[in-house]
Structures are given as structure tokens and as C-alpha cells.
């Protein structure tokens, strides 16, 4: 009977025991099926009462789902992108992108999880190593002290301390069994301490992807919100308006396209640019010296149109400053202004210098030739004087790392850049940029006579401005 009754309460004490862990433990435990619902609730609730080997293990699990959902989201938007362009189709594709961005923001949260587990896990076996390293630390200085004060004491006193000479020669063995153990620790310590310096680098590195992890969710989020208001957007108009929307949006892609692709004219190079391209040094330019990429490439097509309407030449005097025309070999005075080697004012000093650092040759390098009144010289695509160029060459080269060449599109952008910053072009005053053009041109503000350059720069960035806006809408 006795037998009966305590198989009986062992029975419902195992039944109780089960009811209780239905009650509180995950799905998981029991190997539940759905396990888009269980990962659903270890994200929202955590670890809970798993153990921390089973939760691990099921955050890789919910890792790989998530993996294969968005895989397959994936493939679905790539079909519907085929199918023809309908606003029930946008709005499919739209709802397929919050599930997958969902999907995404889901896996980052188990990546975190896990992170944090194994930032932890390092954070411990930290602390257990130093505790080591503390130990060991402790035990060599006991032997190091039983070795000193045993090596102090006079031969003779050693020797007639013990009883027996055996027991004397016990103790040489002792001490020396301390030697061997005390090297011994002090090769632990120096394990325990490159296994420290080891632990400490992993740690900061799962730090590094934790705090990286937790950005990205940040920026998830946004897109998810962003994602959701357009799909709000679309909800609420017709398929008509849709469709017209495509229609404008094609021909703005036509447009950018047609920008992109446009070449854009420069004097002093063998090879036109594209404006795309043109405008990404404009860019590159805009983050170093802060000027708008509009108004450089309007200086630079404004100094072009010149450069083409004038003509081009060579230096073929370099004592007098005449040149020849490239063109038609006719002899040309004043194509660059001469004067003693070293001299502030004078061009072709400086023009034989950057010549000669760049291995040209002096006599076959195209400079512009002069206008109806004053000196040519003019270089490269930002027609810089050798003076002017001089003045910046050095600031170019620590930016770019090497000597810099007038004729080169990247330095000609930059030296312009850095030129019209120097002169207020990145001022916020409404007339900042038109002044700076002023100075590029006449190195004055005051002469009324060339208000038309610095009028027209602006008018020709206008036009560039809304280029480069259709361009920036349709990457």
C-alpha cells in the first residue's frame, strides 16, 4: 500500500511539473512547429526560463528563418517588378517590402540578442582569467620568497640546521622543485595574459558589431516608416493618377539621363567629360572647399567659352613671351608674360617650373592666347595663370599626394574649388559667389565693365542647379 501511495504522489508531482512548464516555458521546449510564432515571442519576451545554451541555439534558428522569408520575399518582388506597372501591383510590392524590412528589423534584433550573450560570455571569462592571472600571480610570490630567504641564509648554517645530511639534501631538492615550479607559474602567467589580451580584443570587436547592429535597426526602422507612408500615399489615389505619375516619372528618367550623359564641354583636354561626371568631381571639390558644384561648374563653362572663342596657342619665346597659334602657326605676341627667373608678376618663370615638374615640354604645352587687351598664359581647364596656379600648387598636391597639373581635370576642379572658397564662394551672402566670380575673372569687384561674367556665372548655375536637381532624384 505504502509502495502504491508514493508511485501515486510521484505521479501527480511529475503531472504538476508538467502542467507548471506549460504554462511558463517557450514553445520551444516542446518542439512546437510554428516557429515564426515562437521567434515572434523571443523577441518580444527574451531568454525567458531556456537555458542559455537552447536560447542561443534558437536564435540561430530564427536567424536562418528569417533568412529564408526574406529570401523569398526577395524573389517575389522580382517578379512583380517584371509585371506590368499597376497601382494594385505597387501597392502589393509595397506590402511585400514592409513584410521583408519587418523580417529584416526581426534578424536584427536576434543578432543583438546574441551579440549581448556574447559580450557577456567574453565579460566573464575576463574576469575569471584576471582572477587566474591574480592567483598565479600570488602563488609565484610566495615561492620567489621561500627561494630568497632559503638562498640568504650561510651554507654552513644550512648544512648543520638538519639532523641528518639527508635531510639537508631534501631540502636542496625542495628548493629546487620551487625553482621548477615557479617557472612554471610565470609561463602561466604569461598564457593567462596574452589569452586576457586576446579576450579583451574579441570583446571590443563585439562591442563594435553590437553598437553597428543597433544603428542599422535605426535606420530599418526609418525605411519601415518611410515604406509605410508611401503605401498610405498610394491607398488613396486611382489607378489614373498612377498611371500618370509613371508617365511624368519616365520622362524626368529620360531627362536625368540625357543630363548624365551630356558631354561637358572643357578647353585644355583631349577628352570631354560627361556633366555626370563632371558633376561627381564638382562634388568631391564641394567636400573639400565648400563651394557649390552649380556655381564651379559654371566658372569652369564660362572660362571654356572663352577659352574656344579666343583660340589656343604655344609658348615659342620664352625671353620675349610670344607664342604661335596652334591652329594656324601664325605668330602671336603676348601669349605669356615674361620676366626674370623667381619674379611674383611674371608668368613664364612659373610656367617653366610647373612645365618642368611635370616632364611637358615648354614649347608644345597649350596655354589661351591673349585677348584684345592684356596677356595670355591661361592654363588648363580652370585657365589659371602659372602665377595664380603657383600660389595653390602646393595646397593641391598635399590633397591629392601628387605634383599638380593644370591640365589634369580633378587638380583643374580642385585649384578653381579652393580659388573661389579663398574668395568667399562658399559665403552665405546672396552676393558671395557673384563677387568670387568677379575676382576669378578681372582679380577685382569694382570694374563695372566685367559685371557680364560674373552675371552670366550665376545665370549658367541656375541652369545647372536644376539639372543637377533631376539628376539628384534620379540616382
Not at 632559503?150 to 631540502?171: G, H
Not at 578647353?267 to 567636400?287: C, D, H, Q, R
Request: glycine share 6%; net charge negative.
Amino acid at each position: 500500500m505504502k509502495k502504491n501511495k508514493l508511485l501515486k504522489t510521484i505521479h501527480y508531482a511529475l503531472l504538476a511539473i508538467v502542467f507548471i512548464s506549460a504554462l511558463f516555458l517557450p514553445k520551444f521546449v516542446f518542439g512546437e512547429e510554428d516557429l515564426t510564432e515562437i521567434c515572434q515571442e523571443i523577441i518580444d519576451k527574451g531568454q525567458q526560463n531556456l537555458s542559455k545554451e537552447n536560447y542561443q541555439a534558437l536564435l540561430k534558428k530564427c536567424q536562418a528563418l528569417y533568412e529564408e522569408e526574406i529570401a523569398e520575399i526577395q524573389e517575389d518582388l522580382s517578379k512583380t517588378g517584371a509585371e506590368k506597372k499597376t497601382l494594385e501591383n505597387k501597392i502589393y510590392t509595397l506590402n511585400k517590402q514592409i513584410k521583408n524590412l519587418n523580417y529584416q528589423i526581426y534578424q536584427s534584433n536576434l543578432i543583438v540578442k546574441d551579440l549581448g550573450i556574447q559580450v557577456e560570455d567574453t565579460g566573464t571569462s575576463i574576469e575569471k582569467t584576471s582572477f587566474k592571472i591574480e592567483d598565479s600571480k600570488e602563488k609565484l610570490s610566495n615561492i620567489l620568497r621561500t627561494i630568497y630567504e632559503e638562498d640568504q641564509k650561510p651554507i654552513i648554517e644550512v648544512l648543520f640546521s638538519e639532523d641528518e645530511l639527508s635531510d639537508f639534501f631534501d631540502n636542496l631538492i625542495a628548493l629546487e622543485l620551487l625553482d621548477s615550479k615557479s617557472k612554471e607559474f610565470l609561463q602561466n602567467i604569461k598564457t593567462l595574459k596574452l589569452n586576457l589580451e586576446q579576450q579583451k580584443q574579441s570583446l571590443d570587436e563585439e562591442k563594435d558589431d553590437l553598437e553597428h547592429m543597433v544603428k542599422i535597426q535605426t535606420l530599418q526602422s526609418k525605411d519601415s516608416a518611410e515604406t509605410k507612408k508611401e503605401q498610405e500615399y498610394y491607398l488613396k489615389i486611382t489607378d489614373a493618377q498612377y498611371q500618370k505619375q509613371l508617365q511624368e516619372q519616365q520622362e524626368v528618367e529620360a531627362k536625368a539621363a540625357e543630363i548624365r550623359t551630356r558631354l561637358f564641354e572643357l578647353i585644355g583636354i583631349s577628352k570631354a567629360p560627361t556633366f555626370g561626371e563632371a558633376y561627381e568631381l564638382a562634388k568631391y571639390v564641394e567636400g573639400i572647399t565648400g563651394v557649390r558644384p552649380a556655381f564651379l561648374l559654371a566658372i569652369l563653362t564660362q572660362e571654356s567659352n572663352i577659352g574656344k572663342n579666343v583660340g589656343q596657342c604655344y609658348l615659342s619665346n620664352a625671353n620675349t613671351g610670344q607664342g604661335v597659334s596652334i591652329k594656324t602657326g601664325q605668330k602671336i605676341n603676348k601669349v605669356m608674360r615674361p620676366g626674370p627667373p623667381h619674379s611674383i608678376t611674371k608668368d613664364v618663370p612659373h610656367f617653366m617650373e610647373i612645365i618642368a615638374a611635370l616632364g611637358r615640354d615648354l614649347f608644345a604645352t597649350p596655354v589661351s592666347c591673349p585677348m584684345s587687351i592684356g596677356w595670355g598664359g591661361a592654363m588648363g581647364p580652370a585657365q589659371f595663370m602659372p602665377t595664380t596656379w603657383a600660389r595653390y600648387k602646393d595646397r593641391i598636391s598635399a590633397i591629392t599626394g601628387k605634383p599638380s597639373d593644370p591640365w589634369n581635370i580633378r587638380d583643374a576642379f580642385l585649384a578653381s574649388g579652393l580659388y573661389l572658397s579663398d574668395y568667399g564662394a562658399k559665403s552665405k551672402e546672396k552676393n558671395g559667389e557673384w563677387k568670387a566670380a568677379m575676382i576669378y575673372f578681372s582679380g577685382s569687384t569694382t570694374n563695372s565693365a566685367f559685371y557680364w561674367y560674373a552675371d552670366n556665372v550665376l545665370k549658367i548655375a541656375t541652369g545647372f542647379e536644376n539639372d543637377i536637381k533631376i539628376l539628384e532624384q534620379n540616382p
